[in-house]
């Protein structure tokens, strides 16, 4: 089908229910997600979007970076209280006030992730938004999780 596995496609499924990453060969390789993700039969799990919301309600962190980090925290923590496991993550949408400096953070961002997640990407995508609900937060991401 077109599948490209590897480093920028891991995780191809055998039928017993894992997220297969597609990446057809002749689109340019994807660096930190996949162009699709298939999933098996399972329970789809909709995260909403989490900020770096502290357990007060305060946003933490002073940069792009730290925002991001407690942020996709707070949603694999969301995930995990529904059952779902970083692996399970099929979709994922960041909202970012200032894309230019989330780009030029991107190779820390990607510590993050690999860190917190490992190197199993989501089809993603990334968008700047003018301001957030909370308005000191700098990024917000929101996700599908697919449960088998």
């Known amino acids: 089908m077109g599948a490209q596995n590897g480093e920028h496609g891991a995780g191809a499924g ?8 597609i990446n057809p060969p002749h689109l340019a390789p994807p660096t930190g997600f996949s ?10 799990v909709f995260l909403a979007g989490q900020t770096a ?3 007060s309600g305060r946003i933490v962190g002073d940069g792009i ?21 970083p692996s399970d993550l099929a ?6 006030v200032d894309v230019a400096d989330y780009r030029s953070h991107a190779r820390d961002l990607g510590a993050v992730w690999k860190r917190l997640v ?5 089809a993603m995508a990334v968008i700047g938004a003018t301001r957030l609900w909370d308005e000191t937060a ?3 991401i929101e996700g599908i999780a697919v449960v088998r």
């Open 138 to 140: 700098l990024v917000e």
């Open 118 to 122: 490992g190197g199993a990407y989501p």
């Open 91 to 96: 979709k994922l949408t960041v909202f970012a």
């Open 35 to 44: 162009h699709a993700v298939r999933a098996a039969p399972g329970t789809m």
């Open 53 to 55: 919301l502290d357990g």
């Open 14 to 21: 055998k039928g017993g229910g894992e997220l297969e990453r």
């Open 65 to 85: 970076v730290e925002q991001f980090e407690r942020a996709l925290t707070n949603l694999l923590d969301v995930a995990a209280a529904s059952g779902a496991g």
